[in-house]
Protein backbone atom coordinates (compact mmCIF):
# COMPACT_ATOMS: atom_id res chain seq x y z
CA UNK A 1 0.00 0.00 0.00
CA UNK A 2 1.20 3.67 -1.06
CA UNK A 3 1.87 6.33 2.39
CA UNK A 4 1.71 9.51 1.72
CA UNK A 5 5.26 9.73 1.49
CA UNK A 6 5.28 8.00 -2.13
CA UNK A 7 2.92 10.65 -3.52
CA UNK A 8 3.76 13.61 -5.47
CA UNK A 9 2.14 15.78 -8.09
CA UNK A 10 1.83 14.52 -11.54
CA UNK A 11 1.62 10.94 -11.12
CA UNK A 12 -0.88 8.68 -12.32
CA UNK A 13 -2.28 5.71 -10.27
CA UNK A 14 -4.91 3.04 -10.87
CA UNK A 15 -7.79 3.02 -7.86
CA UNK A 16 -10.28 0.35 -6.50
CA UNK A 17 -13.15 -0.30 -7.81
CA UNK A 18 -12.83 1.57 -10.93
CA UNK A 19 -15.41 1.51 -13.49
CA UNK A 20 -13.68 1.88 -16.54
CA UNK A 21 -9.76 -0.05 -16.51
CA UNK A 22 -8.45 2.97 -18.30
CA UNK A 23 -9.81 5.68 -15.50
CA UNK A 24 -7.25 7.39 -13.64
CA UNK A 25 -6.50 9.41 -10.37
CA UNK A 26 -3.82 12.42 -11.60
CA UNK A 27 -2.78 14.34 -8.63
CA UNK A 28 -2.48 17.75 -9.38
CA UNK A 29 -1.10 19.11 -5.67
CA UNK A 30 -0.66 18.21 -2.60
CA UNK A 31 -1.70 20.75 0.41
CA UNK A 32 -1.24 20.30 4.53
CA UNK A 33 0.78 18.32 6.60
CA UNK A 34 0.10 14.89 8.44
CA UNK A 35 -3.26 13.32 8.71
CA UNK A 36 -4.65 16.89 7.54
CA UNK A 37 -3.14 16.63 4.36
CA UNK A 38 -5.63 17.36 0.90
CA UNK A 39 -4.71 15.85 -2.26
CA UNK A 40 -6.23 17.94 -5.31
CA UNK A 41 -6.53 15.62 -8.08
CA UNK A 42 -8.24 14.70 -10.87
CA UNK A 43 -9.92 11.71 -12.37
CA UNK A 44 -9.95 11.17 -16.43
CA UNK A 45 -11.76 8.39 -17.95
CA UNK A 46 -14.42 8.85 -15.06
CA UNK A 47 -17.54 7.29 -16.39
CA UNK A 48 -19.79 9.90 -16.18
CA UNK A 49 -23.64 10.70 -17.62
CA UNK A 50 -24.31 12.75 -20.55
CA UNK A 51 -26.46 15.55 -19.29
CA UNK A 52 -29.05 14.84 -22.30
CA UNK A 53 -29.01 11.16 -22.62
CA UNK A 54 -27.94 10.02 -19.20
CA UNK A 55 -25.75 7.33 -21.20
CA UNK A 56 -22.01 7.25 -19.17
CA UNK A 57 -19.04 7.90 -21.13
CA UNK A 58 -15.28 8.54 -19.85
CA UNK A 59 -15.17 12.17 -19.01
CA UNK A 60 -13.13 13.89 -16.95
CA UNK A 61 -13.06 15.26 -13.27
CA UNK A 62 -11.00 18.35 -13.39
CA UNK A 63 -10.72 18.68 -9.42
CA UNK A 64 -11.67 17.20 -6.28
CA UNK A 65 -10.05 17.84 -3.11
CA UNK A 66 -9.56 14.43 -1.00
CA UNK A 67 -8.26 13.85 2.47
CA UNK A 68 -4.95 11.65 2.03
CA UNK A 69 -5.85 8.86 3.95
CA UNK A 70 -8.94 8.10 1.82
CA UNK A 71 -7.07 8.86 -1.53
CA UNK A 72 -4.21 6.44 0.18
CA UNK A 73 -7.07 3.73 0.79
CA UNK A 74 -8.01 4.32 -2.74
CA UNK A 75 -4.81 3.85 -4.82
CA UNK A 76 -3.64 0.41 -6.64
CA UNK A 77 -0.72 1.29 -8.42
CA UNK A 78 1.05 3.95 -9.92
CA UNK A 79 0.72 4.11 -13.36
CA UNK A 80 3.87 6.71 -14.50
CA UNK A 81 3.19 10.48 -14.80
CA UNK A 82 0.67 12.47 -16.16
CA UNK A 83 0.36 15.98 -17.24
CA UNK A 84 -1.98 18.00 -14.74
CA UNK A 85 -5.01 17.69 -16.88
CA UNK A 86 -6.51 21.46 -18.45
CA UNK A 87 -9.08 22.72 -16.12
CA UNK A 88 -6.97 21.78 -12.81
CA UNK A 89 -5.99 24.74 -11.89
CA UNK A 90 -9.01 26.66 -12.59
CA UNK A 91 -10.88 24.27 -10.37
CA UNK A 92 -7.96 24.21 -7.66
CA UNK A 93 -8.24 28.05 -7.19
CA UNK A 94 -11.95 28.26 -7.05
CA UNK A 95 -12.23 25.26 -4.26
CA UNK A 96 -8.47 27.00 -2.04
CA UNK A 97 -10.43 30.45 -2.10
CA UNK A 98 -13.26 28.69 -0.60
CA UNK A 99 -11.34 26.21 2.04
CA UNK A 100 -9.23 28.88 2.89
CA UNK A 101 -12.23 30.90 3.71
CA UNK A 102 -13.99 28.30 5.71
CA UNK A 103 -16.69 27.37 3.00
CA UNK A 104 -14.44 24.36 1.34
CA UNK A 105 -14.48 21.16 1.72
CA UNK A 106 -12.81 18.02 1.55
CA UNK A 107 -13.92 14.49 0.28
CA UNK A 108 -13.01 11.66 2.68
CA UNK A 109 -14.69 9.07 0.60
CA UNK A 110 -12.92 6.93 -1.72
CA UNK A 111 -12.15 7.34 -5.16
CA UNK A 112 -14.71 4.89 -6.88
CA UNK A 113 -17.40 6.49 -4.49
CA UNK A 114 -16.41 10.54 -5.44
CA UNK A 115 -17.26 9.05 -8.92
CA UNK A 116 -20.89 7.69 -8.48
CA UNK A 117 -21.80 10.75 -6.21
CA UNK A 118 -20.67 12.99 -9.44
CA UNK A 119 -22.81 10.21 -11.73
CA UNK A 120 -25.69 10.62 -9.32
CA UNK A 121 -25.16 14.61 -9.25
CA UNK A 122 -25.23 14.87 -13.09
CA UNK A 123 -27.78 12.20 -13.96
CA UNK A 124 -30.54 14.08 -16.55
CA UNK A 125 -33.21 15.23 -13.98
CA UNK A 126 -36.54 13.30 -15.60
CA UNK A 127 -39.61 16.00 -14.90
CA UNK A 128 -42.53 14.68 -12.65
CA UNK A 129 -45.60 13.55 -14.09
Not at 54 to 80: C, K, M, N, Y
Amino acid sequence: MATAADLAPGQAWSYRDAQLPSSRVVIGRIDGAGASKVASVSIVDAPLPDPETGALAPRLVEHAPIAIDALLASLLRREGEAPTPEGFEGGYRLWRNAFDAGQGGVFTLGVAEIVRMFQTALAPQRAAH
